[in-house]
Every structure is written in structure tokens, then in C-alpha cells.
């Protein structure tokens, strides 16, 4: 007579459908978060590698994020540079113009208007920092307003509010790059351009209607400080410029690194999901084959032979 083992019986099969339903719990999390685990107990000889890979490119994205917010400033700076620079390019068109027609009824309204805007370029702010005070990002870099100021003032020098600290900004781990412009730099020779047609006028009295040969003489006399100051305003932004195009290629760079992070880091810990919903439906099946094979095994319990 055949032996009927019914505790045996059940003790296995409780068993399989336990680890069926744990392999298919697994697998499930595995499709629903397309990872391979959650945690670094689940990638096993992996997990040193994978430890190394997100700390590095946890570093590299840092720097991206510096360099991101350095192009922003330096593009500001170059807003604000080209706005001064404009500022001596007018002036300079406004003497000659004046100049060239014998009459400077308007001179002295374009003058202002172009001290106007020296003004503004040197008081440019970027995320609400003033970007040419150097340390004293919180103080607005010139205290001007009207080319009054210029000869109401102690000195050229007592305008400006900047410090002498010149920021410098890190492209990657080797490479520092000094990125920071100072007011003073950029604007005392404009400035002192300005202060001469001021003094003389506080002298003379305001250019009005044909110009006298006094008026004339001190004219052509004061372009070639506009044209010394545009110069160097012009040298300034190429080299706010020369810093612009590393950051913004170290900005490539970078975002490039990151994204090979990206995919090495996903070939450790992304799942191939045409493969874990082939695995996770056979755990499914297996699940339902044990739990079939469990029903039946209690309809051949030894107590329904006995009945």
C-alpha cells in the first residue's frame, strides 16, 4: 500500500509557493522602479564601482552647476562692459559731431545722457550682486549719478565703492580662473574723461550754440581720453570674453562626463525590462503552479481517504 506523507507534503509546497511569491515580489519591484535593487546590498560585487561612479559624478555636477551660474555672471559683465564702452563711444561721437558742425546746443544733454549710462554698466548686478564691486557685492560700485559729481567729489577714486578682491572660480578640479572685473579698472579713465569737460564747464560755463575757439581747442584737445578709455573698456570684454568661451566650453565638458556617468551608472543599476517582464511572468507562473499543486495536495489528505 502506497504511503501518504500528508505534513511532508505541505512542508515542501508551503515552502515553493513562499519563494514563488518572494521572487515574484522581486521581480515586481524590479519593473515598477526599473532597478536592479534598492539599495547597495543588491548590486554585490558591484557596489564598490557604483559607490566610485556617483561620487564622481556627483563632483562633476557640481562644477557644472558653478559653471552654469559663472556664464551667467560673465555675461552680465559683458552687458555691463559693452554699455560703459558704449558710454565712451558716444561721448566721443557727441564732441566730434559737435565738433564737426561748429555748434554744441545738444553737447551737454548727450554727455550727461552717456555718463547716464556709464553709470548703469558700472553699477550691473547679476542675481541681485553687484558684479564690478568685487567682494562688496551688496554696495553698488559707483556712487555717481550726474557728471556734477565728478568735480563735487574729493577724487575720481572716491566714487567707486568696489574692493580690490578679484573673483576667482574653479572650471574643474586643476584649473582656477580669475573671472571677476573691478569698477575702479573699467571706469576712473572714463571718468576722468568726463571730469575734464565738467571742470572746464564749472569754469567756462555750458557748451551753448556755435562753439568759440576756446571752446573748440578744449574739445579736440579731450578726445583722445575717450578714445584711450574706449580702448581699454574694448580690452576689458575681450578678455570677459576670453572667459566666457572656456566656461561655456568646460560647461560641454562637463555635461558631457556627466551623461557617460549617466549610462555607465545605468548599465550597473538599470534593469533590462524586456527581460525582468519575461522573468516576472514565470515567477508569476510558477506562483500559480505552486498554489495549484498546494490546492491539490489537500484534496489528497489523508483524512479524505479515510472518508
Do not use: C, H, W
Request: no cysteine; net charge negative; proline share 1%.
Amino acid at each position: 500500500m502506497t504511503r501518504v506523507s500528508t505534513s511532508g507534503n505541505y512542508g515542501v509546497m508551503t515552502s515553493n509557493l513562499m519563494l514563488a511569491q518572494v521572487r515574484q515580489n522581486q521581480l515586481g519591484e524590479q519593473v515598477s522602479s526599473q532597478k536592479i535593487a534598492s539599495d547597495l546590498k543588491g548590486y554585490a560585487k558591484n557596489a564598490e564601482m557604483l559607490t566610485a561612479m556617483k561620487s564622481a559624478q556627483a563632483k562633476i555636477d557640481g562644477f557644472l552647476d558653478q559653471t552654469k551660474l559663472v556664464s551667467n555672471r560673465l555675461e552680465m559683465q559683458d552687458m555691463g562692459i559693452e554699455r560703459i564702452a558704449g558710454s565712451a563711444t558716444g561721448a566721443r561721437e557727441a564732441i566730434a559731431n559737435a565738433l564737426a558742425a561748429g555748434n554744441a546746443t545738444t553737447l551737454m544733454q548727450q554727455l550727461n545722457n552717456a555718463f547716464g549710462d556709464a553709470v548703469q554698466g558700472l553699477n550691473t548686478k547679476s542675481n541681485g550682486q553687484y558684479v564690478f564691486s568685487g567682494a562688496r557685492n551688496d554696495t553698488a560700485t559707483t556712487t555717481a549719478t550726474t557728471m556734477a559729481d565728478l568735480t563735487s567729489a574729493p577724487s575720481t577714486a572716491s566714487l567707486f565703492q568696489n574692493d580690490q578682491y578679484i573673483v576667482s572660480n574653479r572650471i574643474d578640479e586643476s584649473t582656477t580662473v580669475s573671472t571677476g572685473v573691478l569698477g575702479d579698472k573699467l571706469g576712473t579713465g572714463l571718468f576722468d574723461a568726463f571730469k575734464q569737460i565738467q571742470t572746464y564747464v564749472d569754469a567756462n560755463g555750458p557748451f551753448t550754440g556755435n562753439l568759440t575757439e576756446a571752446q573748440t581747442t578744449f574739445l579736440k584737445g579731450v578726445l583722445p581720453a575717450f578714445d584711450t578709455a574706449q580702448k581699454d573698456l574694448t580690452t576689458a570684454q575681450g578678455k570677459n570674453g576670453l572667459n566666457q568661451k572656456r566656461f561655456e566650453d568646460a560647461q560641454v565638458s562637463l555635461q558631457d562626463q556627466s551623461d557617460s556617468l549617466t549610462v555607465m551608472i545605468g548599465g550597473v543599476v538599470d534593469v533590462d525590462m524586456a527581460e525582468a517582464v519575461t522573468r516576472l511572468e514565470a515567477a508569476q507562473l510558477a506562483v500559480q503552479a505552486s498554489a495549484q499543486v498546494f490546492s491539490s495536495l489537500q484534496a489528497s489528505s489523508l483524512l479524505n481517504v479515510l472518508k
